[in-house]
């Protein structure tokens, strides 16, 4: 089960509006309860079509409001008052063009608008409609024009079958993404301190192809990569994500170049070298490759005995010889045993600002887990220790250490 990273900030504020993307609400309801979060939930009068106050209520161990608490004499205070100063966070999903039009214009005609009026807190807007509907001139005035508060983030849309089966854009972001999110802006408290900065990002293991079925690679899922695209995102930077194959989805909202080999990631990583801010090369890249490739499978009897090697391009250390003063580059050291050593060695060989140094040889740790843990280091002596934690905090607290 995930924790978050401020253990001060953990009160969400979910306001569902009326569409039929609400019961994929539950879902985030139940996960935010379980990972330790105080829940509170609006539902709006359409809303209540969809879902009833009643599951969400027990999903989040509270009572969930409606319209009809709104103007109660049973609380002290008014109740959007009492809502606005509780939440660290609001969470607006769907988002229906209704409510949309409503923030966008400052209106506050229910219990949800008069809630993020009397609020100061961040605002995360997770938008759902039909794709003719989204598309609208005015629509996309309404969220361009609401994004351009700071207060407010959104999550984009997604494409797909929708429940008016039509197969386009605006589906919901899932209930796993917008969970994402919401622990990042609980970490940042919503601080785009990487607004305006392009963030270049290597992952996974590359592949080496002896044939077009056998190759030389490594266990690296590319996972710490992924977290690092989304703390960057979710905390305003651009994001371009190089990865090699992968079981998981993009972010939506990150730039995504899929490749294989080390010689793919080289030439990538180069053409997009000059536009980046931050450079993290979080990449398990192969030493070596076969020094010859079959365009056809090979049979067993063909394998040879001893598998002649050649190196493969040392993606860093070039990087590292290119790179210009405004920019960092931040590199990944994996060892087993002693781990700072080898990487303060390749912090100073490879010309990096920053360097990870993660125990692969740790239980719930390193390639293929959910959980990392790690020594940073820097070039001015900094050295800081991350106990066991998610790879999203992992991510965090990287970007908390090279921005300080």
Same mark, same amino acid.
């Given at each position: 089960m995930p924790f978050f990273l401020n253990p001060k900030s953990r009160r969400v504020l979910i306001a569902v509006g009326g569409g039929i993307a609400a019961y994929k609400v539950c879902e985030l309801v139940s996960t935010l309860f379980k990972s330790g979060v105080e829940v509170r939930v609006?539902?709006?009068?359409?809303?209540?079509?969809?879902?009833?106050?009643?599951?969400?209520?027990?999903?989040?161990?509270?009572?969930?409001?409606?319209?009809?608490?709104?103007?109660?004499?049973?609380?002290?205070?008014?109740?959007?008052?009492?809502?606005?100063?509780?939440?660290?966070?609001?969470?607006?999903?769907?988002?229906?063009?209704?409510?949309?039009?409503?923030?966008?214009?400052?209106?506050?005609?229910?219990?949800?608008?008069?809630?993020?009026?009397?609020?100061?807190?961040?605002?995360?807007?997770?938008?759902?409609?039909?794709?003719?509907?989204?598309?609208?001139?005015?629509?996309?005035?309404?969220?361009?024009?609401?994004?351009?508060?700071?207060?407010?983030?959104?999550?984009?849309?997604?494409?797909?079958?929708?429940?008016?089966?039509?197969?386009?854009?605006?589906?919901?972001?899932?209930?796993?993404?917008?969970?994402?999110?919401? /622990?990042? %802006?609980?970490? =940042?408290? #919503? &601080? *785009?301190?990487?607004?305006?900065? /392009?963030? %270049?990002?290597? =992952?996974? #293991? &590359? *592949?080496?192809?002896l044939d077009p079925v056998r190759f030389i690679g490594n266990p690296s899922t590319g996972k710490m990569g992924l977290a690092l695209a989304q703390a960057a995102l979710h905390r305003g930077a651009k994001v371009i994500l190089v990865h090699c194959p992968a079981s998981w989805d993009v972010p939506l909202g990150v730039e995504a170049i899929e490749v294989v080999s080390a010689d793919q990631m080289q030439q990538v990583m180069l053409e997009r070298l000059a536009n980046a801010d931050i450079i993290v090369m979080s990449a398990a890249v192969a030493d070596v490759k076969p020094k010859e490739y079959s365009t056809e499978k090979l049979p067993k009897r063909s394998l040879p005995e001893n598998l002649p090697l050649a190196p493969v391009p040392d993606i860093v250390a070039e990087i590292g010889n290119r790179k210009q003063p405004h920019q960092l580059l931040i590199g990944f050291a994996a060892q087993t045993g002693d781990i700072i050593t080898p990487a303060r060695e390749k912090l100073q060989r490879k010309k990096l600002d920053a360097i990870v140094a993660n125990p692969i040889d740790k239980v719930d740790s390193g390639f293929g887990s959910d959980n990392n843990q790690a020594v940073l280091l820097d070039m001015s002596g900094r050295e800081v220790e991350i106990a066991a934690c998610s790879k999203l905090e992992m991510a965090h607290y990287l970007f908390d250490f090279i921005i300080r």
């Amino acid at each position: 089960m995930p924790f978050f990273l401020n253990p001060k900030s953990r009160r969400v504020l979910i306001a569902v509006g009326g569409g039929i993307a609400a019961y994929k609400v539950c879902e985030l309801v139940s996960t935010l309860f379980k990972s330790g979060v105080e829940v509170r939930v609006i539902l709006t009068k359409s809303a209540q079509e969809f879902i009833t106050p009643l599951t969400l209520a027990t999903l989040s161990r509270h009572r969930a409001y409606t319209n009809d608490d709104f103007w109660q004499p049973i609380y002290s205070r008014p109740l959007h008052i009492e809502l606005g100063e509780w939440a660290d966070l609001i969470v607006i999903a769907p988002l229906t063009a209704n409510t949309l039009a409503k923030l966008a214009y400052g209106m506050a005609d229910n219990l949800l608008t008069n809630t993020v009026l009397a609020s100061t807190c961040p605002v995360l807007l997770a938008p759902a409609m039909n794709t003719d509907m989204w598309e609208q001139v005015a629509v996309q005035r309404n969220w361009l024009q609401l994004l351009t508060d700071v207060r407010f983030y959104g999550i984009g849309t997604g494409s797909g079958l929708l429940a008016c089966d039509r197969i386009g854009a605006g589906r919901m972001a899932e209930p796993a993404e917008i969970f994402v999110y919401i /622990q990042s %802006l609980l970490h =940042t408290q #919503g &601080t *785009r301190d990487l607004a305006g900065k /392009q963030v %270049l990002i290597s =992952t996974g #293991g &590359t *592949r080496e192809y002896l044939d077009p079925v056998r190759f030389i690679g490594n266990p690296s899922t590319g996972k710490m990569g992924l977290a690092l695209a989304q703390a960057a995102l979710h905390r305003g930077a651009k994001v371009i994500l190089v990865h090699c194959p992968a079981s998981w989805d993009v972010p939506l909202g990150v730039e995504a170049i899929e490749v294989v080999s080390a010689d793919q990631m080289q030439q990538v990583m180069l053409e997009r070298l000059a536009n980046a801010d931050i450079i993290v090369m979080s990449a398990a890249v192969a030493d070596v490759k076969p020094k010859e490739y079959s365009t056809e499978k090979l049979p067993k009897r063909s394998l040879p005995e001893n598998l002649p090697l050649a190196p493969v391009p040392d993606i860093v250390a070039e990087i590292g010889n290119r790179k210009q003063p405004h920019q960092l580059l931040i590199g990944f050291a994996a060892q087993t045993g002693d781990i700072i050593t080898p990487a303060r060695e390749k912090l100073q060989r490879k010309k990096l600002d920053a360097i990870v140094a993660n125990p692969i040889d740790k239980v719930d740790s390193g390639f293929g887990s959910d959980n990392n843990q790690a020594v940073l280091l820097d070039m001015s002596g900094r050295e800081v220790e991350i106990a066991a934690c998610s790879k999203l905090e992992m991510a965090h607290y990287l970007f908390d250490f090279i921005i300080r």
